[in-house]
């Protein structure tokens, strides 16, 4: 048997592949997950490992070694141990202090690297570290991955000018499983048909709203969209000022171009009930939803009492309301919510330097696609179409030092179903023109990626 082919499977046998229902970095389901780390724990194949993989680069191409963090650390570490060539050592995150160096080891600008990554799905995480690779000054000769799961990862790291091998693709491994009747054959046949139906390039495809409306259960998600086709206007607008007053002015002058009005209830000065009651009134009459941007974000307990009790008696006139999980699942359940209120969570934020990372994001999405009282996440990133996907952080004009990004790219890009817009709006010098500009600009951007 060919040598890569029994060094697979004896790796196979320690467990690296798993089957079942996992949820990937950008929240989209796969049936199965594939990890390397168990290979750290054999010395004898962690150095079979690095032989073949030094059959795809040979050793005197390159003066230093790095693995994406963490799986491929180890196998970078066996790489450099086996050729003498020295380690650099990439940080998932800076330490948060001191010099916030992301490379650790010694090295010069101009030295040339060889990149290991272990899985390569999509690239983007892969791509994150040739980023704080380049930016000290290193050169990036060649990236080789153990195992390709041909879902577009290879051509778009090729596509922006870098070398990159792959050890192993996905259909090569499972061939290797099936010639060795390791699974069986209704396994086998999943995976087959999971690979060639999934694994297309990009797997989260943008979908219309009205396909979307099918996807949520929840009344309030699909009211939404109701109106947001209604309207041809996908655009929240967050009214963060203090006084009743001059948001029940906007709203009467923005009410019918928006799907809905975002407020911080807490910090309005002169918060009353006979305000609710207005806004209430024309969110009926122009049509439009009210979200609490309350990001709940306690233990269930406290979560259950900030919602049923309190001054602002939230649940007595929202629609939606935010919430961070970071308390876990467990912290979103049995809040007897009733049926017309919908919940959103936050999985990311638009803030520089904000903590969410990519597996608490992760996380996140998990626990918002098990929850039926989730409608939809905040991020600025794609998310599986279960999820309505709601982005802040936007303007038309956005420039570097405001981190504002533009409408077309949050579409675009991220597929994103609705934008939040705060004080391009609530600041404008005329707030009736400028919504408009905004609802147009959003609507051709949805409609453009379909
Ligand atoms: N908001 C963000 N970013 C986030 C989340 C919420 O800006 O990641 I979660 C809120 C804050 C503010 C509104 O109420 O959305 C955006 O207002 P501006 O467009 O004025 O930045």
Redesign the pocket.
């Known amino acids: 048997m060919e040598k890569k082919k029994k060094f697979f499977l004896s790796i196979y046998n320690l467990g690296i592949i798993k089957f079942g229902n996992f949820t990937l970095k950008s929240g989209i389901n796969s049936p199965i997950y594939i990890d390397f780390r168990p290979i750290a724990s054999k010395p004898k194949l962690l150095i079979e490992l690095s032989h073949l993989l030094l059959e795809l680069v040979p050793s005197n191409k390159f003066e230093l070694i790095c693995g994406v963090p963490y799986a491929a650390l180890p196998i970078a570490t066996a790489l450099s141990l086996i050729t003498n060539i020295p380690l650099i050592i990439k940080r998932k995150e800076n330490k948060g202090y001191g010099t916030k160096q992301m490379i650790e080891g010694i090295y010069k600008k101009g030295q040339n690297c060889l990149l290991i990554e272990d899985v390569i799905t999509s690239g983007d995480s892969l791509l994150k570290t040739i980023v704080d690779i380049e930016k000290e000054g290193l050169i990036i000769k060649n990236i080789i991955s153990i195992l390709d799961r041909e879902q577009g990862g290879i051509d778009n790291i090729k596509n922006v000018g870098y070398k990159i091998q792959s050890l192993f693709r996905i259909k090569e491994v499972i061939n290797i499983l099936n010639d060795n009747d390791i699974l069986d054959k209704k396994k086998i046949d999943y995976l087959y048909f999971f690979i060639k139906n999934k694994n297309k390039k990009d797997q989260i495809k943008k979908i219309s709203y009205e396909e979307k409306k099918k996807n949520i259960s929840h009344l309030i998600g699909k009211k939404l969209i109701d109106i947001t086709l209604k309207k041809k206007s996908n655009l929240i607008v967050?009214l963060?000022l203090v006084y009743s007053e001059k948001i029940l002015e906007l709203v009467s002058l923005i009410g019918d171009k928006v799907c809905g009005i975002?407020l911080?209830s807490d910090i309005i000065n002169d918060f009353s009930f006979s305000f609710i009651n207005t806004i209430k009134k024309l969110s009926i009459k122009k049509e439009f939803l009210l979200l609490e941007?309350k990001?709940l974000c306690d233990i269930n307990s406290t979560n259950f009492l900030q919602l049923h009790n309190g001054v602002h008696k939230i649940l007595s006139w929202i629609d939606i309301i935010?919430v961070h999980v970071i308390a876990g699942e467990h912290s979103i359940k049995n809040l007897d919510l009733p049926s017309n209120i919908g919940l959103i969570t936050?999985s990311?934020?638009?803030?520089i330097g904000?903590l969410l990372d990519d597996n608490y994001i992760r996380k996140v999405l998990n626990i918002s696609l098990n929850n039926p009282k989730v409608i939809g996440t905040?991020a600025q990133r794609k998310v599986d179409n279960r999820l309505l996907l709601f982005t802040?952080?936007?303007?038309l004009s956005n420039n570097d030092r405001n981190n504002?990004t533009h409408p077309n790219i949050v579409f675009k890009k991220y597929y994103s179903d609705f934008i939040?817009?705060?004080?391009?709006i609530y600041k404008s010098i005329d707030p009736v023109k400028t919504i408009e500009e905004y609802r147009s600009i959003a609507w051709n951007a949805y409609e453009s990626v379909l």
């Open positions: 967050s963060d975002k911080h941007d990001k935010t936050i990311e934020m638009s803030s904000q905040v802040p952080g936007i303007q504002y939040i817009i705060g004080k391009a």
